[in-house]
């Protein structure tokens, strides 16, 4: 992938990181003639994140151990350095969950 695929992403990949309305709005403006495989791979990231969060809240919910709250915060690590390595043109997918469900 060339510089100017990145840098022309870069800002929807970037907003695909916050929140799941970014995600939607990063994934509903890149599709169909405007593809950036880019973008693509950060939106892939973040919905892995997206997914890890329900996840974490439904063990919180279920569990009741009000110890494990602090796993809600891994969700936002993650969504940190994933708008970080969007930012500075980086393809790396996030440490644990990045390579799960495949692309």
Avoid: C, W
């Avoid at 022309?8 to 990949?13: S, Y």
């Avoid at 990063?26 to 890890?52: C, P, W």
Wanted: proline residues 2%; without cysteine.
């Amino acid at each position: 992938m060339d510089q100017s695929t990145k840098e022309e992403g870069k800002t929807m990949a970037i907003i695909s990181y916050i929140t799941i309305l970014g995600l939607l709005i990063a994934y509903f403006t890149t599709r169909g003639d405007k593809e950036n495989e880019f973008v693509s791979f950060h939106i892939g990231q973040s919905v892995r994140i997206f997914i890890l969060g329900i996840i974490i809240n439904i063990l919180v919910s279920v569990t009741s151990l009000s110890i494990l709250n602090f796993l809600g915060l891994i969700p936002l690590i993650f969504m940190v350095i994933g708008a970080i390595n969007a930012s500075k043109l980086k393809e790396e997918k996030l440490p644990i969950i990045g390579d799960i469900g495949g692309k």
